[in-house]
Protein backbone atom coordinates (compact mmCIF):
# COMPACT_ATOMS: atom_id res chain seq x y z
CA UNK A 1 0.00 0.00 0.00
CA UNK A 2 1.35 3.61 -1.27
CA UNK A 3 0.65 6.57 1.50
CA UNK A 4 0.41 9.86 -0.46
CA UNK A 5 1.36 12.84 1.28
CA UNK A 6 -0.40 15.76 0.16
CA UNK A 7 -2.67 16.07 -2.88
CA UNK A 8 -0.55 19.07 -4.78
CA UNK A 9 -0.37 18.96 -8.75
CA UNK A 10 2.46 16.48 -8.47
CA UNK A 11 1.37 13.79 -6.57
CA UNK A 12 -2.50 13.97 -7.85
CA UNK A 13 -0.54 12.80 -10.68
CA UNK A 14 0.94 10.32 -8.83
CA UNK A 15 -2.56 9.13 -7.44
CA UNK A 16 -3.74 8.85 -11.36
CA UNK A 17 -0.50 6.49 -12.13
CA UNK A 18 -1.03 4.43 -9.36
CA UNK A 19 -5.01 4.18 -10.12
CA UNK A 20 -3.78 3.02 -13.38
CA UNK A 21 -1.99 0.09 -12.18
CA UNK A 22 -4.50 -1.00 -9.30
CA UNK A 23 -2.49 -0.06 -6.55
CA UNK A 24 -4.03 0.57 -3.14
CA UNK A 25 -3.30 3.75 -1.58
CA UNK A 26 -4.02 6.03 1.46
CA UNK A 27 -4.30 9.77 1.09
CA UNK A 28 -2.96 12.00 3.79
CA UNK A 29 -3.83 15.81 3.91
CA UNK A 30 -4.52 18.63 6.21
CA UNK A 31 -7.94 18.72 7.57
CA UNK A 32 -9.28 21.83 5.27
CA UNK A 33 -8.33 19.65 2.39
CA UNK A 34 -10.06 16.09 2.92
CA UNK A 35 -13.51 16.84 1.16
CA UNK A 36 -11.46 17.65 -2.36
CA UNK A 37 -8.91 14.58 -1.69
CA UNK A 38 -12.11 12.55 -1.35
CA UNK A 39 -13.14 13.33 -5.74
CA UNK A 40 -10.12 10.96 -5.75
CA UNK A 41 -11.86 8.14 -5.18
CA UNK A 42 -9.06 7.35 -2.93
CA UNK A 43 -9.38 6.56 0.90
CA UNK A 44 -8.47 9.85 2.84
CA UNK A 45 -7.14 10.74 6.13
CA UNK A 46 -5.98 13.65 8.10
CA UNK A 47 -2.52 14.46 8.87
CA UNK A 48 -3.16 13.75 12.30
CA UNK A 49 -4.08 10.36 11.82
CA UNK A 50 -0.98 8.86 10.47
CA UNK A 51 -0.04 7.66 13.40
CA UNK A 52 -2.77 4.93 13.42
CA UNK A 53 -2.04 3.50 10.51
CA UNK A 54 -0.54 -0.03 10.46
CA UNK A 55 3.06 0.45 8.97
CA UNK A 56 3.87 -2.24 8.18
CA UNK A 57 1.18 -2.38 4.96
CA UNK A 58 2.79 0.59 4.16
CA UNK A 59 5.31 -0.28 1.04
CA UNK A 60 6.07 3.75 0.45
CA UNK A 61 4.71 7.15 1.17
CA UNK A 62 5.04 9.36 -1.62
CA UNK A 63 5.67 13.11 -0.14
CA UNK A 64 4.49 16.10 -1.67
CA UNK A 65 7.58 18.39 -2.60
CA UNK A 66 5.63 21.08 -0.70
CA UNK A 67 6.05 19.24 2.49
CA UNK A 68 9.68 19.73 4.21
CA UNK A 69 11.35 16.33 5.53
CA UNK A 70 11.40 18.34 9.03
CA UNK A 71 7.29 18.50 9.08
CA UNK A 72 6.67 16.23 12.17
CA UNK A 73 4.45 13.64 10.07
CA UNK A 74 7.45 12.59 7.86
CA UNK A 75 9.55 12.86 10.62
CA UNK A 76 7.65 10.39 12.53
CA UNK A 77 7.50 7.82 9.24
CA UNK A 78 10.90 8.47 8.87
CA UNK A 79 11.84 7.29 12.67
CA UNK A 80 9.39 4.52 12.09
CA UNK A 81 11.59 3.11 8.93
CA UNK A 82 9.06 4.27 6.58
CA UNK A 83 10.85 4.79 2.91
CA UNK A 84 9.77 8.41 1.76
CA UNK A 85 10.01 8.85 -2.01
CA UNK A 86 9.01 12.02 -3.90
CA UNK A 87 7.66 11.27 -7.11
CA UNK A 88 10.28 11.44 -9.57
CA UNK A 89 12.13 8.67 -7.27
CA UNK A 90 9.04 6.74 -7.62
CA UNK A 91 8.97 7.00 -11.67
CA UNK A 92 12.38 6.20 -11.53
Given at each position: ?????????????????????N?????A?????????????????????????????????I??????????????????????????????
Amino acid sequence: MYLILGLGISNLAVVNKLKELNKKMIIAVNEDEKVNAKETGISVIGFSEIQFLNLNKIKYVIKSPGIPYHNKYVKYLRKNNVKILNEIELTY
